[in-house]
């Protein structure tokens, strides 16, 4: 930590400053500027990260040097993170695509849907069992039935199922049926969640909050692996800006940061990124070149009796003539699909 | 629902939009302009809520005419829900005071608080057992230790307890210590957590999601209300904008813009909305002046070590300062505190 | 400047970024940390500023320790400024309301606006003649024509004029008709029309930029302060946000900041910052209340045949009203309307 | 426009409405709801944008249906734009490469960026001498001097000049120089210079504004078409969101929408859109996947000592290994570069 003196702090609000850090079993470093001193605390981060300093007299502001987590970042570990899904990998020159309908609505859609799918590449089946929705009159999902159907389509296919956690309470019954839990942007902030999937037996993707910054996203997976479950996946689905075209604004910016910051894969959801169909396609391929390990996109047999997102889903037919795009590109970069 | 058909549209196009609409029980009214026709349905706003008519061939976008939520409207409810907690009154004319320490530390830094705050004319002591942080590493509250602390102190000197809940798991045993049940804006969008509340017997305050806009804030008040506790309490505590000056951005306009749209109080937390001492003073008076119902205010008996937002804490030689301001502001505008 | 070095940066590294400082002309003093050394710069601001050291091999990120603005600054002056308009006056203890139309659209309709703004108690009459559209087709304002309508209202009825000025060449033109020239947020940044305004006779309101940060907006007076015009009045209208359900998110916060970094007056655009008719009352007394040196209001004799913003204008009836308020709220807050 | 009236409209408000729209000349359909009438207003779009409807009795909501811009829409030419700089093209197959230096700062510098950036295969060479800076005391740039060299440099070796003009008066000079006049973030809403550009005889680069959307940019763009100059060339260059980690978040999907709404070309800025060197190759592949016509990229001999911009400036090396991917990838997707 830095911390900036007001140009008009005298010197014993400097002493005061030193003494408190002193106290506090850290060493201090003062550099006397022409308009202000500057302290620079060295020592322990978490003794650091106690110090309130601000609100000391003559404090003008801190500024912090370290982030806080640790075990996500590609300091901690160098090589990649390949997360192997029952023999389906993610991560390194590992490709992946899942795919499927917004929600779990019935056995003939997710079975039209799962066919259609695996017919066109994907190696997951994606749907919603438990659906968390802004209003409360809104369809919520079919539950356990919904995870049944996911489990039983995938298993016909030959795919492996993606599906979203929303409370801690879910996890067990949810792991018997999925290959991976996901959490939602509306709950990468719910602290109580991640801790429990810190304790979970099966991957975990991790979707960027509505409007959660790179450091709180990659805070967010430190809670998951500090509990034990190292296999995490970052899912960027869009932020929320002042842009009302789109849905979301889709920050392909960070499929390089993450790569950058963190030895953990990441994927992009263009559906929910974009929030209209037309967008999917161009947006997956840009997906692609950035780097992204893989690619989340719903397909709905027929999007326009969709029981959500109707607007955001690829018809089958879409979606195979996207693979086909999706499959030469990522040949073109190197990986693995 | 009203739906406009694309300048292209052919009248093939038009004829199964409304064959779609009919099919699903609604009317429709056509409008043919010079540029392009538009479809309006009638009909139940359930039916219409189920549609999704944006993926059919020839039209070009749909407008939502009516809101989801109904509970919570004005339109519902035309008088302003008065809130008793066990004879403090909030709503109406009736103006509380909420302050308090961000964490619960020790025995001593809350008593001290307890007594400060109640001096000063406050009604409610705040005070976080269970605390939502960014990182796994920061101090995470010292739970029902910490309850039992915030009651005695309140108790001692005749002060109602807030104090938030950050996991369904936990309300049986908050409910046992606390007045008043909080939800923090990292929680908005917990809809689990919001279900739960919704059994509850203690008033829930809701805090402002961090880019959570009205509609979705009133939905979540929906959730809970729907649920059958009809005692909830806005809490606008700012929202996350490009501006970095500020922690958040304190939106004032929306305590007018929820006394026009719902009938429940709110109440503003000036602390977090700007993080930063200096700007609490005249953020609460601009509150009051704007309608609003209550103050919700950090005060720390030593922000200089405080365990968390120390930056943002008032003394308690400010707090009572801006107290007096408030009292005076208050009667001003014909409001009881 | 401060220099965070990455934790895996060389000695050479290092030494290479002290030798680089040390070139320049200026001192360094170095923190080694557990995790990375820090370099702290030393000496003229003028000079760091020009340093890119971010590029330099080892750097991890550069952090600015002092602002650019230096003649805005509370610092460089510590009493408040207070503008003398031909004998009205704003800032310190003065609060100044400038009220009006839009857009000049007629002189029927200027003079029933100006006889009710002066009715009302306002000392601006506030209109464009010059009028930045979104779009090419919508109405540009009456140019000349409307900056005589505009001072022959003013004259009539003993107000003082402010109106927009939007290119440099017109500078001259409008100084003979208006008592202060205003620069509206999309031209903020018109750096161009900055730099001429320095050179204005009359005083300056200069609004804050559709997203522009609290240091952007005091660069910008700083411009016109550093050609030799002081007389600069800054403006909140709102800022843009992912928040639809207002035209922009007024920032109130923004009052208190500038009166803690700047000695010059700062007014309240309710109507721009909420564009909504009923969040204009209760967000101009929360302007009064957090600090404002005035507001500046839209006030049409008949909004619903305005050219332009008829949604957000008052009626002369409507900010009758108000100003009954604000002149008290002004007087209990201790200052003189 | 389409009108809502409230659920407590009275028949005689329907019928004022009803009124005052066909005495402007303009017809009505009514749509009777369950819940509240909706009024459909039919005829010429210019009087119905000059009604402002949300103002009167009993009026909830009024929503537009089609937008302003008619001149850059792909409805009203539906084949890609190509604008021929002098044998050089941009839109449709054409692939163009912008490159070279933030600003020009001397003949050494910009004769070896030239050289850098054509041996690596640009058809541009970019760089200001026009500079719009944040902070009045920041290089303003070497005016008129600066175009020779760039004149100069460009002619050495072959290559196309793009470079700012931020004044109106300044076109006719710039246009002795330069080959495609560049419209800087910071200037998308000044409208005179957009006016003025409309009569200029070059092509135009509009960058969008820092938090310009989608429609406000498309509008920009018809400034310049309805005065009569039809060759403007978008550029996305990120937009300002709460995210602080990247300068800007570059808005990927706007190269989709723009060339779904529009028959321009559009290039992407990955320097400004990121700020960061290590983001500029990704960003560059994902807009090329994207759909993208063109890349401006900021390259400087020796970023370390620029005198702006130097974080995001790629070195001659990392410039020709970035050109080397982007000629594999534009004629992987099928463009001539």
Known sequence: MVIVMNPKATQADIERVVARIEKAGLKTHLSTGEECTIVGVIGDKKKIAGLEMNVMPGVDKTLRITEKYKLVSRNFQAEDTIIDVDGVKIGGKHFAVMAGPCAVESIEQLNEAARAVKKAGAQFLRGGAFKPRTSPYDFQGLHEEGLKLLRDAADREGLKVVTEVVDHDDIELIEKYADILQVGARNMHNFELLKALGHAHKPVMLKRGLSATITEWLNAAEYIMSGGNTNVIFCERGIRTYETYTRNTLDLSAVAIIKELSHLPIVVD????????????????????????????????????????????????DFETLMGDIKGLTKFVGKVL
């Open 270 to 317: 263009p559906s929910h990124g974009t929030g209209k169909r037309s967008l999917v396609a161009p947006m997956s391929k840009a997906a692609v070149a950035a780097g992204a390990d893989g690619l989340i996109i719903e397909v709905h047999p027929h999007p326009e009796v969709a029981l959500s997102d109707g607007d955001q889903s690829l018809t089958p037919e």
